[in-house]
C-alpha cells in the first residue's frame, strides 16, 4: 500500500529521467516525515548486515534523501547517487547537518554509471529496482562497477512461491496497470534471477508485513 501511494504520487516515473525527476520534486519536501519511516527499518537492517569497515568502498544506487547514510561506519567512504536533484539535495543536507564523514552524492542514472569497471566492494540498491525503467540494465551495471567477488544488496519486493495466495492474486490482478502505477506489483524472484545470474547468498524478509527482502549476492558468475 505505501509503494501504491508513493507511486500515485510520482504518477508518470516509469516515462523518462525528466518525467522521474519531475515526480521526486513533488515528494522531496515531506519524503522523510512519510514513506522514508517506512523504508527505515530495512535501511538499518541492510547496513548492519553489511559489516562495512574503512577498508570498503560503498556505492548505493537510489540514495533519495540520504537517511541510510546515518547507518553507515564514519570509516567507510560511500557513494549515493540518484537522478533527482531535490532528492541530492536533502541528502546532501542531511550529510551536512549530522556532520557524517566520508560520505558524498553524485546525480547519476543507474543504468548509465559512469564508474570504471570493479570500482566497489559493495553496491546496493534500496527500493529501486521495481521501478527503474530497465532492471536487466541496472542489475548489470551493479556487476559491472562491483569488484569480482564483492558483495550486491538489493532491498525490494519480489513475488515468490511462497507468498500468500491472496497476495499473490492482488499483485497480478495490478500488472494491467502497472505502467501506470509506476512499478511492478508482481515481480517474481525467479524470473528477475533468470536475467539477472546473481549468485545469491542469502535472502531475508524487512519493513512493513514483510513485504520487502533484502536479496545479497555475491558478484562472482553462478554455478
Not at 181 to 209: D, H, T
Amino acid at each position: 500500500m505505501v509503494q501504491l501511494i508513493l507511486n500515485i504520487l510520482l504518477k508518470d516515473s516509469i516515462l523518462d529521467d525528466k518525467s522521474i525527476i519531475k515526480s521526486y520534486k513533488r515528494v522531496s519536501s515531506f519524503y522523510d516525515y512519510t514513506f522514508g519511516k517506512v523504508f527505515k527499518p530495512g535501511q538499518k537492517k541492510l547496513v548492519s548486515m553489511m559489516g562495512c569497515t574503512s577498508k570498503d568502498k560503498v556505492l548505493e544506487i537510489g540514495i533519495g534523501t540520504g537517511t541510510s547514510y546515518s547507518y553507515y561506519p564514519d570509516e567507510t567512504a560511500v557513494i549515493g547517487i540518484d537522478i533527482s536533484p531535490d532528492m541530492l539535495d536533502k541528502a546532501r543536507n542531511h550529510i551536512e547537518s549530522n556532520r557524517l564523514k566520508n560520505k558524498s552524492v553524485v546525480m547519476m542514472n543507474g543504468e548509465q554509471l559512469k564508474f570504471e569497471d570493479n570500482s566497489f566492494d559493495k553496491v546496493v540498491g534500496m527500493y529501486v529496482v521495481s521501478v527503474t525503467q530497465n532492471p536487466d540494465l541496472l542489475i548489470k551495471e551493479m556487476k559491472r562497477v562491483c569488484k569480482p567477488n564483492g558483495d550486491i544488496y538489493l532491498v525490494n519486493h519480489f513475488s515468490f512461491d511462497t507468498d500468500n495466495t491472496l497476495i499473490k492474486i492482488l499483485e497480478k490482478g495490478l500488472m494491467p496497470i502497472s505502467k501506470y502505477l509506476g512499478w511492478r506489483p508482481y515481480f517474481p524472484f525467479s524470473e528477475f534471477n533468470a536475467y539477472a545470474k546473481l549468485n545469491v547468498q542469502s535472502i531475508s524478509k524487512i519493513n512493513l508485513f514483510d513485504y520487502w527482502g533484502i536479496i545479497h549476492a555475491i558478484n562472482s558468475p553462478v554455478d
